[in-house]
């Protein structure tokens, strides 16, 4: 499948070793060094397949490696899965306190429900 997006990934240590900021909501290691990948395409859904089983494989192959999806594609994750992945807790406290009403649509809606 092509294109395909390589992009190494690494948390900025603007004053040296200890120095990052976390990102509660994609959460990086220092000094670990990741790799964005990226590929755009289709693939057929076969006989006893359903849209997203693709996805799905590679939620899960992410995972293994100790990675996560970038939120650029669609997503399939359960709630309690996304919100163990991208921050539930930091989000909500976030999303509270900016938008008390809840008038605006969530991360988790958007990114897996498509809202």
Same mark, same amino acid.
């Given at each position: ?59 899960? $192959? ?12 669609? $997503? ?12 539930? $807790? ?26």
């Amino acid at each position: 499948m092509s294109p395909v997006w390589l992009c190494p990934l690494r948390l900025r240590e603007p004053a040296g070793s200890g120095s990052a900021r976390h990102w509660p909501l994609y959460p990086l290691s220092p000094g670990q060094l990741y790799v964005n990948v990226g590929f755009w395409g289709t693939v057929p859904i076969t006989g006893g397949r359903r849209d997203g089983d693709v996805n799905r494989q590679v939620e899960a $192959a992410v995972a293994d490696f100790g990675g996560h999806k970038s939120l650029y594609s669609d $997503a399939y994750y359960d709630e309690a899965t996304f919100d163990s992945i991208y921050g539930g $807790a930091s989000y909500r406290a976030v999303k509270d306190a900016y938008d008390p009403k809840h008038r605006l649509t969530g991360l988790y809606e958007k990114a897996v429900r498509r809202r």
